[in-house]
């Protein structure tokens, strides 16, 4: 089992920056793709960024491309999202995903899944 806690939202303005954690606990984190993905208010929760555990490989959606990056350290057990110029509609809850098994872009990709962490982004 693996167990991942999000950490690190919060209120920011329009065009400010946050940087997401997910820690996680429990089995070995060396050999785990994590993915995150957001759910808007009355919207379907949407990819957002991944990053595989082999050649540790990234992945964006278009909306967040040249703006967010997603990184890992193995030591800290730890995934970050690192959100630059962020936008109104950036506003969301934001959950971090794991599988042992494969990177993707669904969220049937993923076997474990955090509680999120809101992010509101103000105008």
């Known amino acids: 089992q693996v167990q991942l806690v999000e950490s690190g939202g919060g209120l920011v303005q329009a065009g400010g920056s946050l940087r997401l954690s997910c820690a996680a606990s429990?089995?070995?984190?060396?050999?785990?793709?994590v993915g995150w993905f957001r759910q808007a208010p009355g919207k379907e929760r949407a990819f957002v960024a991944a990053?595989?555990?082999?050649?540790?490989?990234?992945y964006y959606a278009d909306s967040v491309k040249g703006r967010f990056a997603i990184s890992r350290t193995n030591a800290k057990n730890t995934v970050y999202l690192q959100m630059n110029s962020l936008k109104p509609e950036d506003t969301a809850v934001y959950y971090c995903?794991?599988?042992?098994?494969?990177?993707?872009?669904?969220?049937?990709?993923?076997?474990?899944w955090g509680q999120g962490t809101q992010v509101t982004v103000s105008s």
């Open positions: 995903a794991a599988s042992f098994l494969r990177v993707g872009y669904l969220q049937n990709d993923y076997d474990y």
């Open positions: 429990g089995r070995t984190f060396t050999n785990i793709n």
């Open positions: 990053i595989a555990w082999i050649g540790g490989r990234t």
